[in-house]
């Protein structure tokens, strides 16, 4: 049975070898660091359900301080030149793009047909992990299909890949860590300290007022903590299933759905989600590097009365 060991075990292993090309390029004058980041990275992916959690965190750790302390540097990667790709382009035109869109469409029609798909009498597929190992396959296919189709150099794939996460950077790993951090606020009870600050200030007594509180402390805690994902169970364990849902009897799925909308809200106006808001910008190479968050805020704003109406029309009807 394939699991999502698996996965990791194939994102470990270009990670390895990202930061072995990462180690050998003179270009790069902090190439060590490079090297020792990606390197934690792929042992965390390699060997991190081997680990105990102390040793997990030390190893977070030491991926912190190497990004923090400026450890990290850009080099230039030998891929395909300029010219190359320019006349690439201009031959395959949209073309292009077929490689990228064999990633959606795998996993799609992997989590729709191989969930129940068996070999003899075991599984093919973990089913409660079918859709991110169908993506992870997704992504496999379509390497395979661009390496036949364009042929570039072997090593062009991982070549690329370092330069692009030399762009990037340390914000690369955020959404992980922000993810994480969730994890680590919901074992520890913050949710519970939350929801006690917020009754005892807030006058949440109403099924109005308790749709607006968690509404609008969603996308403020998502704007804190640069993620929804992190945000959601500390709003939801505060305010959410004990006022919508226990106290004013609203639907549990209504309240989620629309939650985690009003959570991506803050993530349109935070650089703490450095890959959506700064990384763009940076990529780009666009003088105003909280661009991205000012023609975003707006929207953001409009969609968030959108959806705190929303929510208190549909969440206590269903």
């Given at each position: 049975m394939i699991t999502l060991e698996y996965v990791y075990v194939f994102g470990g292993l270009i990670f390895a070898a990202i930061a072995v090309l990462s180690a050998r390029d003179r270009t790069n004058a902090k190439r060590l660091g490079n090297a020792a980041f990606w390197g934690l990275v792929a042992a965390s992916f390699l060997f991190?359900?081997?680990?105990?959690?102390?040793?997990?965190?030390l190893l977070a750790l030491a991926l912190v301080l190497i990004g923090g302390f400026g450890f990290l540097g850009r080099g230039a990667p030998a891929t395909t030149a300029a010219e190359e790709r320019r006349s690439s382009a201009?031959?395959?035109?949209?073309?292009?793009f077929a490689p990228a869109l064999i990633i959606p469409v795998t996993a799609l029609l992997g989590t729709a047909f191989l969930k129940d798909v068996h070999v003899g009498r075991v599984p093919l597929l973990d089913a409660t992990q079918v859709t991110i190992i169908s993506l992870a396959l997704g992504v496999m296919l379509s390497l395979i299909v661009t390496m036949v189709w364009l042929k570039p150099p072997l090593l062009a794939p991982l070549e690329d890949g370092r330069r692009l996460v030399d762009t990037v950077g340390w914000a690369a790993l955020l959404?992980?860590?922000?993810?994480?951090?969730?994890?680590?606020f919901t074992l520890s009870g913050v949710g519970a300290v939350v929801g006690h600050v917020a009754t005892a200030w807030l006058p949440l007594n109403t099924p109005l007022t308790a749709v607006v509180a968690y509404c609008v402390g969603m996308a403020l805690f998502t704007a804190v903590m640069g993620n929804a994902f992190a945000a959601f169970p500390v709003m939801t364990a505060a305010v959410g299933l004990p006022l919508i849902v226990g106290t004013f009897g609203g639907d549990v799925v209504v309240m989620?759905?629309?939650?985690?909308?009003s959570g991506f809200c803050g993530t349109l106006t935070t650089p703490m989600a450095a890959n959506f808001n700064i990384v763009p910008a940076v990529l780009l190479e666009l003088p105003d590097r909280g661009?991205?968050?000012?023609?975003?805020?707006?929207?953001?704003?409009?969609?968030?009365?959108?959806?705190?109406?929303?929510?208190y029309l549909c969440v206590y009807r269903f």
């Open positions: 991190g359900s081997h680990l105990s959690d102390f040793e997990n965190g201009a031959r395959l035109g949209n073309w292009l959404p992980q860590m922000l993810a994480s951090l969730g994890a680590v989620a759905s629309i939650g985690m909308l661009g991205v968050i000012k023609v975003q805020a707006p929207t953001a704003i409009l969609l968030l009365i959108a959806n705190t109406i929303l929510m």
